[in-house]
């Protein structure tokens, strides 16, 4: 396969067909970058863009973000979801600050040693933030990778060695180049190539596709979607919502009977639609203690003498 002409090809394509997205563009900073990495994780943009917007102006710096408490960090996470992602994003603001004086570093290991931040993230940043030439390796891409070259429906249900070496083989030379690359390749998973519903005809590549010359196989097994309803997750995620709309301690025997009447402070709708939802999902109050002490643990909430609120 030219590996060239598919470079120059999806670089035209995402010439007409990129999204506009702020993170992308000439004004991002790497910071900018970093927070959108980190929200971006199993999150579709089109929830992570009002949240990165808000946080952008909050937070216009790693020192920013580093001064406020974390327990801000998770209030204003919203409902991304996953919010440890949240603390990780703080500690890693922290992190830029004590030991890269408030800059975020450009090279891969600089990033990597950073809280929170795996090797995607390392390599999306320094890529995209940066203009490194990094092999960067996330689900759009690897779907397409496995379509386009593996002639596979998807890929692995983990990332292989194999894929990455793939990988690193079709990136181009050229510092620019390959990260144009990279993201052309990222928003054709997004946008055409995607797990579903791929719509070959729109692809750029369609003749070079080794899975549509195979005839479309059918996957080699099912993705298992992560379930929800009825989960602690769905349970952890109302009381966070309580917690995030409170500006006071909440007694933890409101989180397992529906109060009367709140006096919380803050946005007492807010956490007034939080115990509604909360307690609409009917949890056995094993299931709602198992919940919340979860949270505890994972330095999501803390318990004070007065009752359950975000970590200050």
Known sequence: MDAAVLHSRLSDWF??????????????????????????????????????????????????LAAAPSG?????????????????????????VVEHGGVVPSSYDELLALPGVGTYTAAAVAAFAFGRRETVVDTNIRRVH??????????????????????????????????????????????????????????????????????KPAPTYVPKGQAWAGTDRQVRGAIMHILRH??????????????????????????????????????PPEQLERALNGLLTDGLAEETAHGIRLPV
């Open 146 to 215: 496995a379509r386009l070259v593996g002639g596979a429906a998807l890929p692995a249900p983990t990332l292989t060695a194999a894929e990455t070496r793939r990988a690193a083989a079709l990136l181009p030379d050229d510092d620019a180049d390959s990260v144009r690359w990279n993201v052309s390749v990222m928003e054709l998973g997004a946008l055409v190539c995607t797990a579903r519903t791929p719509d070959c005809e729109r692809c750029p590549v369609l003749d070079r596709c080794a899975w549509v010359a195979a005839g």
């Open 15 to 64: 010439d007409d067909a990129a999204r506009d997205l702020p993170w992308r563009r000439p004004s991002r900073t790497p910071w900018g970058v970093l927070v959108s990495e980190f929200m971006l994780q199993q999150t579709p943009v089109s929830r992570v863009l009002p949240v990165w917007t808000e946080w952008m102006e909050r937070w216009p710096s790693p020192a920013d």
């Open 72 to 96: 801000d960090a998770l209030r204003y996470w919203g409902r991304l979801g996953y919010p440890r992602r949240a603390l990780r994003l703080h500690a890693a603001a922290t992190a830029v």
């Open 246 to 283: 409170t500006e006071h301690p909440v007694p933890r025997q409101l989180i397992h009977h529906r109060p009367v009447d709140l006096h919380l402070g803050g946005p007492a709708h807010g956490a007034s639609v939080g115990f509604e939802k909360l307690h609409a999902l009917n949890a």
